[in-house]
């Protein structure tokens, strides 16, 4: 299986303090996988029975399958879109494989609103019906995790959904927000786009899950906590302008509602 190219650690937080105590690992999925799939993921750890870890990851606008053991058992969970960071404790010892699927990616294999998963997490039979618990043993007997993501991909080939063109846009539109940081308000993602705020909402609503200004507000942000890591405090009423706040009290509400600590906070843990 082959390693996905992006093996950043972006959208980790203190993943360096990370390394020591799992292993991360990313696969690209087959070819007619990739108009669904961002990449496949996987995580080992192995802590002894004193130590444990938490990690959080900031929320994306996509939606994660997730096949996890660990001391408690084995179960097949899907993620909806995170309401706030998402936090992990590890302890133990225990192994996890992901999908992450596009923003849209996941509507064709389901069918419905996206929206109705935000903030959720279900069993993955509720989705995929009594074959997920199948899946769940095929994935996690695998040799290593390079075949996990093997498994993975054979399993949602045999389940291929019909490519959806409003599915692929929204994944699209996704990536523009994503990497144009002069996107900040809903308004300038309406230009780039030629679609109206009405059709971007109802678009984001049925395909990706959360708004477009949820997404934007994201993006920005998170790309404000990198420069954080890499400046210092002074930046910070230059941000809330670039960011299109017009006081400081704002941004440092929305930054800690989106990545869990105040500026300052998270400075400081970075500094650790």
Do not use: C
């Amino acid at each position: 299986m082959k390693k996905a190219e992006n093996s950043s650690s972006r959208g980790i937080l203190k993943a360096d303090a990370g390394k020591s105590m799992y292993t991360l690992s990313r696969y690209e999925s087959g070819v007619e996988l990739k108009p669904f799939i961002e990449h496949y993921w996987s995580i080992r750890y192995d802590l002894d029975k004193e130590t444990s870890y938490k990690q959080t990851v900031l929320s994306y606008p996509n939606i994660h399958l997730a096949f996890e053991q660990d001391t408690e058992g084995r179960r097949a969970l899907l993620y909806g879109v995170p309401k706030t960071p998402f936090v992990r404790e590890l302890r133990g010892s225990g192994r996890v494989l992901g999908i992450k699927f596009r923003a849209g990616g996941f509507y064709p294999f389901w069918g419905q609103d996206i929206s109705l998963l935000y903030g959720v997490t279900i069993s993955a039979s509720e989705i995929f019906g009594p074959s997920a618990q199948s899946w769940l043993d095929d994935i996690l007997d695998a040799d290593d995790d390079a075949a996990m993501a093997r498994q993975a991909d054979i399993l949602l080939e045999n389940r291929l959904p019909d490519r959806d063109a409003q599915a692929e846009l929204a994944a699209h539109i996704v990536e523009e927000i994503k990497n144009n940081s002069s996107i900040i308000k809903v308004e300038e993602l309406s230009m780039h786009s030629g679609l109206s705020i009405r059709q971007l909402q109802r678009l984001f609503r049925k395909y990706v899950g959360v708004t477009p200004k949820w997404v934007i507000k994201r993006f920005r942000l998170q790309e404000a906590a990198e420069r954080l890591e890499r400046e210092d405090e002074r930046i910070w009423p230059d941000l809330a302008v670039e960011l299109g706040y017009f006081d400081q009290a704002h941004f440092i509400k929305d930054f800690k509602a989106v990545i869990g600590q105040s500026p300052a906070a998270y400075r400081k843990g970075m500094q650790i």
